[in-house]
């Protein structure tokens, strides 16, 4: 009060202007600047860095809801949601007791538990094509392992994968791969060896003529075709109808298995997965982000034959020390009940709905050209007319025009995956009124936009 006396009204709403204006991350850039010593990029996954936006990424301090909190105080709405496992928000009270509950047993045994059934059980109970189920760490181990499985069941050395579709960082399958490989356009990385990757083809995706022509020429040499049933990690791609019957023509006229990476998609787009809503009746599915409901989980699953490959019960190797481990369970289990009493699928379907059709309204409005893809609580926005069905033409997006609109809704408040190429993630948290300010920050964002 003392201070405001000798201040005019008029040098007062300056003040809060400028305070409106800069957006303070002094406290996250000098945070920055110490791990970029520590850690390579400053980070522990290449997503995490704010490479495709410029600028130097945000330190979380923490989370509560839907909302993410910066080590400078600054609050946002979170679509990020630590890029899918957080459907049900950050700190969800069942997630949290039954941790707590569980820490004073231990964090680790290396010896069978209750927990690991109970989350199986819960699995293959949610997920039609899922006989039996093994636990690992990440969705990385999750694929990397089921390309083993298909590869030692099958006796076939090939695989196909399709171009934009990201499996984690397994070296067979670091090829043409989407997510933060695709934001940096390395096709390729050093250190995958030809040989490593010579056994993997490249298919476009929704690309019928193109599987189907592959499969004439050698279909009894692949052993399997992996895919994600909904793109994320080129941004939000929806498989076409052709191209999902051409999957299910394959693995029944080839013996080809389709190994179907609902890392992303499971317990996300459906509670029992997006091949629920294509149909489809994968060999093996694998699984990752939702399941450990915020704490490292994979794993993968499938016919109950080949399953039975895996070592003790079969030959192909594949083993972790805490594969399983307590914690992790707990989460999973109290995430995926969670869901499945309280369904929150139509609820997204409905916000989904709203967040898409406000925002690109405000875009027709300013025509800036802009498209959505979005199944559920998962979407993307692309900066083109469209569609946008494959990897071809996710690339034709204005990058410099996603870049300018990421900054101008960090600083309203919102906080959106740094690429055009990922999705963005709606949570149980989210409420209508989040996505109306939402939806008001990107009407202001454009509007800056056309007018500069
Ligand atoms: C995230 C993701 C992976 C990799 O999972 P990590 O836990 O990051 O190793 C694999 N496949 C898909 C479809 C993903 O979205």
Redesign the pocket.
């Known amino acids: 009060m003392l201070g405001i006396k000798s201040l005019s009204f008029s040098e007062i709403q300056k003040k809060i202007e400028r305070k409106r204006i800069m957006f303070d991350l002094s406290k996250s850039q000098k945070a920055f600047a110490e791990a970029v010593q520590l850690l390579p990029g400053g980070v522990n ?1 290449p997503a995490r860095a704010f490479g495709a936006v410029g600028g130097n990424p945000i330190f979380i301090d923490h989370a509560e809801g839907v909302r993410l909190f910066d080590v400078d105080g600054n609050e946002y709405i979170d679509y990020v949601g630590s ?2 496992p957080m459907i049900l928000g950050h700190g969800h009270p069942y997630v949290t007791q039954a941790l707590e509950k569980v820490l004073h047993s231990g964090t680790s045994f290396g010896a069978p538990t209750l927990w690991e059934s109970e989350l199986a059980k819960i699995v293959i109970d949610a997920v039609e094509s899922v006989e039996m189920v093994r636990f690992v760490n ?6 990397m392992s089921a390309i083993r499985l298909a590869r030692g069941a099958t006796g076939r050395d090939k695989i196909v994968k399709f171009a934009g ?5 397994v070296d067979s399958l670091l090829v043409a791969a989407g ?1 933060a490989a695709a934001t940096f356009s390395v096709p390729n990385s050093p250190g995958v060896t030809e040989g490593t990757s010579r056994d993997t083809v490249i298919l476009a995706y929704n690309d019928v003529p193109g599987l189907l022509s592959l499969f004439e020429k050698c279909g009894s040499e692949i052993a399997a075709v992996i895919f ?1 049933p909904v793109v ?2 080129m941004g939000c791609v929806i498989m076409s109808p052709e191209f999902c019957d051409a999957l299910t023509f394959v693995q029944k006229t080839y013996g080809t298995l389709l190994i179907c ?5 499971g317990f996300r787009v459906a509670y029992a997965g997006a091949q629920s809503l294509l149909g489809l009746r994968p060999d093996i599915t ?1 699984f ?2 939702i399941i450990g409901g915020g704490l ?1 989980v ?1 794993a993968y699953g499938g016919r109950r034959d080949i399953m039975q490959n895996i070592l003790p019960a079969g030959k192909v190797y594949q083993a972790g020390t805490l594969s399983g481990n307590p914690l992790a369970m707990t989460a999973g289990i109290a995430t995926l009940k969670t869901l499945r009493e309280m369904n929150p699928y139509p609820y997204l379907e409905r916000l989904g709905t709203q967040l898409v059709d406000g925002v690109l309204s405000a875009a027709k409005k300013h025509r800036i050209p802009l498209c959505a893809n979005r199944v559920g609580a998962m979407m993307t926005f692309f900066f083109q007319d469209g569609p946008v069905t494959d990897w071809e033409t996710a690339a034709r997006s204005d990058t410099a025009r996603f870049a300018e609109y990421f900054w101008k809704m960090i600083h309203q408040g919102v906080y959106f995956p740094c690429s055009q190429f990922e999705a963005l993630f709606l949570s149980a948290a989210h409420t209508e009124d989040d996505i109306s300010r939402t939806v008001a920050a990107a009407e202001k964002a454009f509007t800056e936009i056309v007018n500069k």
């Open positions: 996954s890029w899918g990440s969705g990385t181990e999750a694929t579709n990201y499996h984690g960082h997510s994600e994320g990690n990476d609902e890392v992303m998609t694998t990752g982000k490292p994979g």
